[in-house]
């Protein structure tokens, strides 16, 4: 069974930094694209960063770009996003997914989803 554990999530000033953290289940880490996403109170969730099997290829949504990071330790089975400069704007849950294949932007096209971790930056 997939499981996905997402940490790292907590309260910072504006203008801070959190290392988002999501722990893996299962052998074949490696062969999955791992994306995060985000989701606002009373907002719909959506794609904030991704990353090939590999971790050669990442993507980023235009309101995070420069400011988060995202990369993976496949001996670890572990996916990361580093967040940095933090804006008000960017309190959510966090979710980390995965799928076998190119990045999708949407949510509806992953199936498996952590129980997700609360970033709240305050202003």
């Known amino acids: 069974q997939v499981q996905l554990a997402e940490s790292g999530g907590g309260l910072v000033q504006a203008g801070g930094s959190l290392r988002l953290s999501c722990a893996a289940s299962g052998r074949t880490f490696r062969d999955y694209t791992m994306p995060w996403f985000r989701q606002a109170p009373e907002k719909e969730r959506e794609f904030v960063s991704g990353i090939s099997g590999g971790g050669d290829s990442t993507y980023y949504a235009d309101s995070v770009k420069g400011r988060f990071t995202v990369s993976r330790d496949n001996a670890k089975n572990t996916l990361y996003l580093q967040m940095n400069n933090l804006k008000p704007e960017d309190t959510a849950v966090y979710y980390c997914?995965?799928?076998?294949?190119?990045?999708?932007?949407?949510?509806?096209?992953?199936?498996?989803w952590g129980q997700g971790t609360q970033v709240t930056v305050a202003s």
């Open positions: 997914t995965r799928r076998l294949g190119d990045l999708l932007f949407y949510d509806a096209d992953y199936n498996y």
